[in-house]
């Protein structure tokens, strides 16, 4: 199922990223790709909460700048880790 938070110029809003993530929930996905990378929020952790409690896998890419995730910590890579 197709959902793009970016527009064509590589940027998007974070009303964006929330509408296609909860899209993504009510539709079923199994597995979300963030390829993307942003500042951590609230929101955004919320969201990530979610996916992981209806059992929807959530890939991310680990630096898209050349930056260490244990360097940088930027949201989603950063902020990501087992949840239990």
């Given at each position: 199922?197709?959902?793009?938070?970016?527009?064509?110029?590589?940027?998007?809003?974070?009303?964006?990223?929330?509408?296609?993530?909860?899209?993504?929930?009510?539709?079923?996905?199994?597995?979300?790709?963030?390829?993307?990378?942003?500042?951590?929020?609230?929101?955004?952790?919320?969201?990530?909460?979610?996916?992981?409690?209806?059992?929807?896998?959530?890939v991310?890419?680990?630096?898209?700048?050349?930056?260490?995730?244990?360097?940088?910590?930027?949201?989603?890579?950063?902020?990501?880790?087992?949840?239990?």
């Amino acid at each position: 199922m197709p959902a793009q938070i970016l527009e064509q110029l590589g940027r998007g809003t974070l009303s964006a990223e929330l509408t296609c993530l909860d899209y993504a929930i009510a539709h079923g996905a199994n597995i979300v790709n963030g390829s993307f990378g942003s500042a951590g929020s609230r929101a955004r952790n919320s969201r990530r909460q979610r996916l992981h409690d209806c059992g929807i896998i959530m890939v991310v890419a680990a630096s898209n700048d050349g930056l260490s995730v244990e360097t940088a910590n930027a949201y989603p890579a950063g902020s990501c880790s087992t949840m239990s």
